[in-house]
Structure formats: C-alpha cells, structure tokens
C-alpha cells in the first residue's frame, strides 16, 4: 500500500480548488428567465376561465345547432307541401279550363238549339194561326168537299194526313229540344261551378302552404344567425384561449429551461469534483433496457397511422361542403338530392360531405371504407364512446338510424364536414344524439 503523499494532495486540492473558483466565476453562461409560480398560475386562471366560456357557448351552440336541424326538417317539409300545392294548383286550374271550354261548349250548343227551339215555335205559332182562321177539323172537310175527281180527293187526304204527322213530330222535337237545351245549361252551369271551387280550394292551399314555408325559411335564418353569432364570440373567446395557453405554455417552457439549464450546471460542477463512472453493457441485468428515463417513447406504427388520418383530414379544413363529394383521391363534385343540398348548389361545388372525408382520411394509411356514414358504423371495432380516441370515428343518429359522422381528434374536438352550406371544420364534440359506442380502425 503506498503512503499518503503530502505534496501531491496539496498540489490536486489547490487546482480542484482553482477549477472550481474558475467555473463559478465569469466561464459559466447567464440563466435564462425563471418565471414564478404565481405568473404560472395567473395565466392558468386564465385559460381555465377561457375554457370554461368556450365550454358554455359551445355548449349553446349545439342547442342552436340542434334546433337549426329540427327546423331545416321542418323547411324540407313544408317545402314538399308547397311542391305539391303547387302541383295541385296546376291541376286545379287545368281543370277549370277544361270545364270552361265545356261550357263553352254547352253555351254554344244551347245556343243551337234555342234557335231551334225559337224555329219551331214560330212554325207551331203559324200552324196553329192557320188552323184557327180556316176553321180547324170544319177546314178539313171543307177541303174534301172541294175536290174536283176522286184523284184530287186522294191528293187532298194525303196532304192533310201530312199535315197533321208534321204538327205531331214538331210538338214532339220541341218537348225534346226544350228539355236538351234545360239540361245543357244545367251541366254547364255545375261543371264550371265545381271547377272554380276546386281552384279556389287549391289557390288557399298553395297560399296557407308558401306561408307555412316562409315561415319556415325566417325560422331557418334567424337560427342560423344566432348560431353565427354565438359562434363568431365561441371563436374569440378560443382564440383568447388560445393565446392564454400560448403564455401558460411558453412559462412553463422558460421554466423547464431553466431548470435544465440549472442541471446541466450543477453536473458540469460535480464531473469536475467526481470521476465519472463507465458503465458496462455486460453488468446490466437480463430485461434492463439501455433507455434513458424521462426521454420520450418512439412513436408506434399505430400512432403513426392514426396521425396521418388525422393529418390528411385536417388539411381540408376550410374545403366545402358537398353532398355526395369526396372520394379517396379528395373532392370530388357533389350530386343532385332534390332538396336542401341542390338549394345550396352543392351539384356544382367541390368539396367533401362528412362520409367522404373519413372515406378520405383512411385512404392514407390504406384502409378502405364505405362511403355511407350507416355502414362506416359497422367498418371497424366498436368501443364505448366514454373509451373514444384520437383517430377513432364518431356519429350521431336520430330515430335509430346513422346520419352523420366525424373524427375525433382527442380534447373533445372534432374534425367533420357538416352540412351543406358550410365548410370542413374543427368544433367541439357534440353528444346531443351521439351513438354510444365509437369506432376504431386503426
């Protein structure tokens, strides 16, 4: 064992010493700010507070939203009682035409035969003038006593016979003719009545029928305007939010500056004092890992995936609305529904509707699924909605059957395209009508 050397502890406690002095001086860097807790936690008061108004107009927002679907129901409603009055009115007044010209038609016919009716009369008339001056049955025998052979007797008998065939046959047309003529005037007069009632009654049901969807329409705009309204304060309130997380953070990130800063000097001090150790590979225990504690976990497949779902669905934000658009190439042209989206002129805008965008989103990673929001439900394994996370899809019902879905992207945010008229977005998740169990794909 070799003695203790006197000068040669002397000689390595002085320059440990010196080296010491020397880093504590003027070689160490200055420390970055180190902001206090209680600016840390004035600004977190105020991103909780935030929050919370982003909560609570969030939270108005889907009662107007929900409000505003049970009116644009009632809109496409009264707007098919106003196609078919419409409908009906046509009809209606087709009807009336035709029952006009019948009329016409009767008039002129009743006309014809009034002047029949007036012939016969006025030949009745002379007849029987005639008759009454030459005696009536006495001029008949007058006739035949006049004859001068038995040929001009026959001729005489003859034309009296006639005579009397042709007063019979003209009482007999007039009685018909008087009765026709009653008749056609009576018809006429009863199909032109029918049919103007029957178009009045259609004219008050297109009117009561464009009223109900006016007033359908005003209940449309004013929803949408408070809606509007509520979300243009949600969206300044967040973005107070946002800037109040941007300060919570950016403390939070001088702080953990410091603090490393503040260990990486403290190390730099004690390596000068104490040797360090070398760590052999062989000495570690089987299952040790080599991995440093606190550095971050690498990324899993999975995780990789599911970002570039949501990477690909969050780059179209800001693209419309289209029903019927979007495939797993992009937007695509939106199709005719005879409704609410040919109102919008969906048809003629490339965009996505909220099928198509998921349909879009999982096309990225290679999983294909149906464009239908109902058999998307059935695409991939259910969990319960509570258990939901980012990636997974989430839809909404309502009498059992799916009309909507989006994809959650973890917070309580979504990304959906929502309907027509509006654009591809990120908004808080809704559970008003949510189906209880979310899906998973990846």
């Not at 929050?51 to 409000?67: C, D, K, M, P, S």
Request: net charge negative; hydrophobic share 40%.
């Amino acid at each position: 064992m070799r003695g203790h050397d006197p000068v040669r502890g002397l000689l390595v406690g002085g320059l440990g010493a010196l080296l010491t002095v020397g880093l504590t001086g003027s070689s160490l860097a200055a420390p970055p700010p180190n902001p206090s807790d209680s600016d840390i936690d004035g600004e977190r008061a105020q991103v909780d507070a935030n929050a919370a108004r982003v909560g609570r107009l969030t939270g108005r927002l889907a009662e107007v939203e929900a409000r505003l679907d049970a009116v644009l129901t009632e809109v496409a409603l009264r707007r098919e009682d106003a196609s078919r009055a419409q409908v009906d009115l046509d009809r209606a007044r087709w009807r009336h035409q035709e029952a006009e010209d019948r009329a016409a038609e009767a008039a002129e016919a009743a006309r014809d035969v009034g002047d029949r009716l007036t012939a016969l009369r006025r030949d009745m008339d002379s007849f029987a003038a005639e008759s009454y001056q030459g005696g009536g049955a006495v001029n008949s025998l007058a006739a035949y006593l006049g004859a001068s052979s038995p040929k001009d007797l026959l001729d005489r008998a003859h034309y009296l016979d006639a005579i009397g065939e042709s007063h019979q046959a003209a009482m007999a047309e007039l009685q018909h003719v008087s009765t026709d003529k009653a008749n056609k005037d009576a018809a006429a007069r009863d199909t032109l009545r029918e049919a103007r009632a029957s178009a009045d009654a259609a004219l008050e049901a297109e009117r009561v029928a464009d009223a109900a969807y006016r007033a359908a329409r005003d209940a449309e705009d004013e929803q949408r305007a408070l809606a509007a309204e509520i979300e243009r304060e949600r969206d300044e309130v967040q973005e107070e939010l946002d800037a109040a997380r941007g300060r919570v953070e950016g403390l939070e990130r001088q702080r953990r500056q410091y603090e490393r800063w503040r260990q990486e000097e403290d190390d730099r001090l004690a390596a000068l004092q104490v040797a360090p150790q070398q760590v052999d590979p062989g000495a570690l225990a089987p299952g040790e890992s080599h991995h440093t504690p606190g550095a971050p976990t690498p990324p899993s497949a999975a995780n990789l995936a599911i970002e570039t779902v949501v990477r690909r669905a969050l780059a179209q934000v800001g693209v419309p609305y289209s029903w019927g658009g979007g495939n797993a190439n992009g937007p695509t042209l939106g199709v005719r529904d005879g409704g609410v989206a040919d109102a919008h002129g969906d048809y003629r805008k490339i965009g996505f509707d909220c099928s198509g965008l998921m349909l879009y989103a999982y096309a990225g990673i290679g999983i294909d699924i149906p464009k239908y929001s109902g058999y998307q439900y059935e695409a991939g394994r259910r969990v319960p909605l509570a258990e939901k996370r980012r990636g997974d899809l989430v839809f909404w019902a309502t009498g059992g059957r799916v009309y909507h879905v989006a994809l959650y992207l973890g917070d309580g945010m979504i990304v959906e395209a929502p309907y027509s008229g509006g654009h591809v977005r990120v908004t808080p998740m809704r559970y008003g009508g949510a189906m209880p169990y979310a899906v998973r794909l990846v």
